[in-house]
């Protein structure tokens, strides 16, 4: 055993010298700024198969942890990254993993069309719109909500709107479940109005009254009212070229 030594055995002035490093250590860590998570640092995500061997036969469960770890990326220690900041690529990846984890988990892409896809950084903006796309074809009856706000996005946010009729011709094509509202399915009848396609607009309005999907009384009535407005303005527009 090594001899131990009482305190008083060592002198004042090396005492004095160690007191003294360590309130300049004390004062350095001090000054040292936080630790701060940079856009970076948000790695690519693992192998599908590895995550299902991790989660032990519980991929919902760990969905939902992985979820909660990358909406909480943007805080560590104290500091925030703007959601605009991130490697969206890699969001996008992560966001992708995870609803193969979890396919019938919607909170993925809640955060897409609601978080990711608001920054102001269209790019971004677009590239999180056309993820929400890719993934509502994977499950439209499922996942028509989001791309309805995509569709919203489009047109009201990037004033795109062949895009907006893109996303919502997918909506009416693709979504078949009883349960969806009209609205969400007869977007692209508006869009078209919008873009002054009337006949097209016309048709399709027509079409949907014919067909038995709407079954909705307030519905019914509110688009015959709108078929009635659109003959209307399709008679004015053949008056006006006669003149």
Do not use: C
């Not at 995870?98 to 990711?116: H, K, T, V, W």
């Not at 909506?171 to 009209?182: E, G, I, R, S």
């Not at 399915?185 to 048709?203: H, K, P, Q, S, W």
């Amino acid at each position: 055993m090594r001899d131990e030594r009482p305190l008083n055995y060592v002198s004042t002035p090396v005492l004095a010298l160690l007191a003294a490093g360590l309130a300049l250590q004390l004062g350095l860590h001090a000054k040292q700024p936080a630790p701060e998570a940079r856009a970076p640092d948000l790695m690519p995500p693992p192998g599908i198969a590895l995550l299902r061997l991790a989660s032990m036969g519980e991929p919902i469960a760990l969905a939902k942890i992985l979820m909660l770890q990358l909406q909480a990326f943007d805080y560590r220690s104290g500091s925030r990254i703007p959601f605009k900041d991130l490697d969206y690529a890699r969001v996008e990846a992560w966001l992708a993993r995870i609803l193969e984890l979890d396919p019938g988990g919607q909170y993925p892409l809640l955060a897409a069309s609601r978080l990711y896809a608001e920054v102001p950084d269209e790019p971004k903006q677009r590239s999180m719109l056309e993820f929400v796309y890719r993934q509502y074809l994977l499950d439209p009856n499922r996942r028509w909500p989001w791309l309805a706000h995509a569709t919203f996005l489009a047109k009201h946010r990037l004033k795109d709107m062949p895009l907006a009729l893109r996303y919502a011709a997918a909506l009416q094509k693709y979504t078949t479940a009883k349960d969806v509202p009209a609205w969400a399915t007869t977007m692209e009848v508006f869009i078209r109005e919008d873009l002054n396609e009337l006949e097209t607009a016309r048709v399709m309005i027509g079409g949907l009254l014919a067909s038995g999907r709407i079954t909705d009384r307030g519905e019914l009535h509110f688009l015959n009212g709108r078929l009635k407005e659109i003959e209307a303005r399709l008679m004015q527009s053949a008056e006006k070229k006669k003149r």
